[in-house]
């Protein structure tokens, strides 16, 4: 009895070893489970970011300082109304060095008849694109659809130094806009 006693002990004492070092992986992970493609945050898209503008667009207020039909300059037509979402507006106010994250700035671009043309935004997201503020861009017809966006954004500026990243590069210690900033 004492020889099958001491074996089962050792087994014993082992499997209580080993799940006491997987507690403490766990306990160092901090009790999160890894990071898997299902749980990583989904890429800005055009089709995103214009639905979320369309739902919330009543919303959203004047930019401070700006106001109704004023004149504006390509791209952006003849006359912009620029209006911000409640997080951007939250950094102008606070007056923060940068806009805070899911800020989204929106240009209604109006032709010299005054006729509606499209929007053309700005939406922050962290870890979008650092060389360029985090901003990402898009110019949207008057039904929504994409004119132009994030990667071909991005290319225009890298190949050719041209379109909304070039031109906003011009205020980029304002946090790369033209509408008064947050400073």
């Not at 089962?8 to 004492?13: A, K, Q, T, Y």
């Not at 929007?119 to 004119?147: L, N, R, S, V």
């Amino acid at each position: 009895m004492r020889r099958l006693c001491i074996p089962v002990l050792v087994v014993v004492f082992i499997g209580l070893i080993f799940a006491c070092a997987q507690k403490k992986t766990d306990e160092n992970a901090g009790g999160m489970t890894p990071v898997s493609e299902e749980t990583m945050p989904a890429t800005v898209n055009a089709a995103d970011v214009f639905k979320m503008m369309d739902e919330n667009m009543a919303a959203y207020t004047l930019f401070p300082g700006s106001t109704e039909m004023m004149p504006g300059k390509s791209p952006h037509g003849a006359f912009v109304t620029v209006l911000v979402n409640d997080i951007a507006l939250k950094s102008i106010e606070e007056k923060k060095a940068t806009f805070d994250d899911e800020s989204l700035i929106v240009k209604e671009n109006y032709g010299a008849d005054k006729a509606f043309g499209g929007y053309t935004i700005m939406y922050k997201e962290a870890g979008y694109y650092p060389e360029g503020g985090d901003w990402y861009w898009a110019k949207f017809d008057e039904k929504g659809t994409a004119a132009l966006e994030g990667d071909a954004v991005k290319t225009m500026f890298t190949e050719k130094n041209e379109g909304c990243i070039a031109c906003h590069a011009q205020v980029k210690d304002k946090d790369w806009v033209f509408t008064g900033g947050t400073k």
